[in-house]
């Protein structure tokens, strides 16, 4: 399996000389394995991809954690929803409240010239439940568990050939507002996981000042990922303001013999 990040970023874009190796443009990874491709979120990061899936006609599939703009305001310029006969599949989280179409809707108000009717491509919201095991979507096999996040959303495990990668963004793992899966059940939950991608938008020492905003610290992260066993994490949703040189940081001062640990960068692929 392969996994490409497109956008890396929490909350906001952040273009800018601070931000040029990590990268400024928020959530978006691709998920392929055998040329079956899947897309988790929509954030900015979507509009790149989009270019290169231009010159194809396959189809395409979204997954979304959730419906918070970061993961969905890249949509209105993903070049794919504007070329005719493309069918684009959009598996939609629950949220609270439930809004499916919140992807398209957020075209239809004055804050954006094209509504979504008039998107050319042939376009389907498959909602989706709050929880479900071995899911096949388009060819890969899914699991999904509840996000401790503001809103809610799903957390999800992707299955080829004996591998598995789980996108988990968004989650307070140590949640006391909106703690829909206890540290024990991300534990379960991930026990199979190869390679984990995870929040991991603050440190320790911020952490105090942005309880219930629905993030995890590095520290909180790679905790999850060694009592889950995990060979491979790779921290995500880096905060606004995270400079480079604060990632290179951090990661240079936190490796383990029995963990690898990463820092998303945009453009990066990594094999699984
Ligand atoms: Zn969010």
Known sequence: MKVTFYGTRGSIPTPGETTVKYGGNTACVLIEADNKKLIFDAGTGIKKLGEELASNNEPVTIVLSHNHWDHIQGF????????????????????????????????????????????????????????????????????????????GGLAYKISHNSKVVAYVTDNEIYSKDNLNTDFDSWVAFLSDVDCLVHDAQYTD??????????????????????????????????????????????????????????ASQEGKTHEV
């Open 76 to 151: 209105p310029f993903f070049i794919p929803a504007y070329q005719k006969n493309r069918l684009i599949n959009i598996y939609s989280a629950p949220t609270q409240p439930i809004e499916h179409n919140a992807i398209l809707e957020q075209m239809d108000m004055s804050t954006f010239p094209v509504p979504s009717k008039d998107l050319t491509a042939d376009i389907n919201i498959i909602p989706l439940m709050n929880e479900f095991e071995n899911m096949i979507i388009n060819g890969l096999c899914v699991s999904a568990i509840k996000i401790n996040h503001p809103n």
């Open 205 to 262: 020492l911020e952490m105090p000042l942005k309880l219930g905003w629905g993030h995890s610290s590095i520290d909180q992260a790679i905790k999850l990922a060694k009592a889950a066993k995990i060979k491979v994490l790779i921290l995500y949703s880096h905060a606004p303001e995270r400079t480079d040189k604060e990632l290179d940081k951090f990661i240079s001062d936190i490796q383990f013999d029995d963990l690898q640990i990463i």
